[in-house]
């Protein structure tokens, strides 16, 4: 998982920082909502679309995160199931 090991506290950086955009992004579409002037709302949708950026960059990089930890996991694995192959080589 991304929350244990050495990459604990930006995991838990990262999804803080995702969590005050996904906030930010509340705000901005109930004051575009309520926005009367048509500048407000531009204002008000470029930013709901910068912090949409944000966000899912931010998810992808934790999904690659993901990905890499189940990759070395597996990697691992081989590792374990190559060397006692070799040992049941060696003891014939």
Same mark, same amino acid.
């Given at each position: ?6 990459? *604990? ?7 803080? %920082?995702? *969590?005050?955009?996904?906030? %930010? =992004?509340?705000?901005?579409?109930? +004051?575009? &909502? ?6 407000? =709302?531009?204002?008000? /949708?470029? %930013?709901?679309?910068? !912090?949409?950026? /944000?966000?899912? !960059?931010?998810? *992808?990089?934790?999904?690659? !995160?993901?990905? +890499? ?9 081989? @590792? *374990?199931?190559?060397?006692?192959? /070799? @040992?049941? &080589? @060696?003891? +014939?």
């Amino acid at each position: 998982s991304n929350f244990r090991g050495r990459n *604990l506290y930006v995991s838990i950086l990262t999804t803080t %920082v995702s *969590l005050m955009m996904l906030a %930010v =992004m509340v705000w901005c579409t109930i +004051r575009f &909502l309520q926005a009367v002037e048509v500048r407000d =709302m531009i204002l008000y /949708a470029v %930013v709901f679309m910068c !912090m949409l950026c /944000a966000v899912t !960059m931010l998810k *992808l990089w934790f999904w690659l !995160m993901m990905i +890499r930890y189940s990759i070395v996991r597996e990697i691992k694995r081989v @590792e *374990l199931q190559v060397s006692t192959l /070799a @040992e049941r &080589l @060696e003891s +014939r």
